[in-house]
């Protein structure tokens, strides 16, 4: 079946450390996306990738990096930069320039 | 700025009666909408689309309807389960790739 798949589902990390969460699709979409999401907040853009080795900083980019190597695949890097990096991250993907979003299941991340 | 928001961060309704959760918007050049449906601890799924050029869209026990002139988007619900327990987000987009997601509705069914 195709989808995304996010790993690791929950992460600990203590304050300081960088962490990466994974993001794969095998949608064959070219757009990726990575949305950080707070209780009771909608979802935020953290950034987001049109097409293999392109991504452009979202709304709260800063303390997060990504890299797109491959098609299938859109990382993100908490780095220790990030000043309250405990949330739930979404990684989602869309066929090029079009608006409906597939989403992964999501990484808890809490920094202790 | 842009913004996406709905009406009530909750909502509860009785098992069988129909749900309505509204939005509205504030950018006059979102031209397309969606609904999502995030049940707890998942990823949100996509429930219904509306573009602009439509004031009404019907699918499978929901109904989506567009008001632009106030600016407004609702999402119907018809003979609520309670697996349609979930929070429900409204999102517009402009056509690029930036989508603004709105706070979303926690809809509670009473059974």
């Known amino acids: 079946d195709g989808g995304i798949t996010q790993s690791p589902k929950y992460l600990f990390r203590k304050e300081g450390q960088n962490v990466t969460l994974s993001c794969e699709q095998n949608l064959n979409h070219d757009a990726m996306y990575w949305y950080r999401q707070d209780p009771g907040q909608g979802l935020r853009l953290i950034y987001y990738s049109q097409i293999v080795n392109d991504f452009q900083k979202g709304d709260i980019a800063e303390g997060y990096s990504v890299s797109r190597e491959k098609k299938e695949s859109f990382p993100l890097t908490v780095t220790s930069a990030q000043k309250n990096p405990t949330a739930f991250y979404l990684c989602a993907s869309?066929?090029?320039n079009t608006g409906e979003l597939f989403f992964g299941e999501g990484s808890r991340l809490t920094v202790l | 700025g842009e913004s996406v928001g709905l009406h009530l961060p909750t909502l509860s309704v009785q098992e069988g009666d129909n749900s309505i959760i509204n939005c509205a918007y504030s950018n006059s050049a979102s031209d397309y909408f969606i609904w999502y449906k995030q049940e707890s601890g998942k990823g949100p799924q996509f429930i219904i689309d509306i573009r602009s050029n439509m004031d009404k869209r019907q699918g499978q026990r929901v109904t989506v309807l567009l008001n632009k002139t106030v600016k407004h988007l609702s999402l119907q619900?018809?003979?609520?389960?309670?697996?349609?327990?979930?929070?429900?987000?409204?999102?517009?987009?402009?056509g690029g790739f930036k989508t603004i997601f709105g706070a979303g509705t926690r809809?509670?069914?009473k059974a």
């Not at chain 2, 309670?82 to 999102?91: E, N, Q, T």
């Open chain 2, 107 to 109: 809809l509670f069914v």
């Open chain 1, 94 to 96: 869309s066929r090029q």
């Open chain 2, 77 to 94: 619900i018809a003979a609520t389960q309670p697996g349609d327990s979930a929070v429900y987000f409204c999102a517009g987009n402009t």
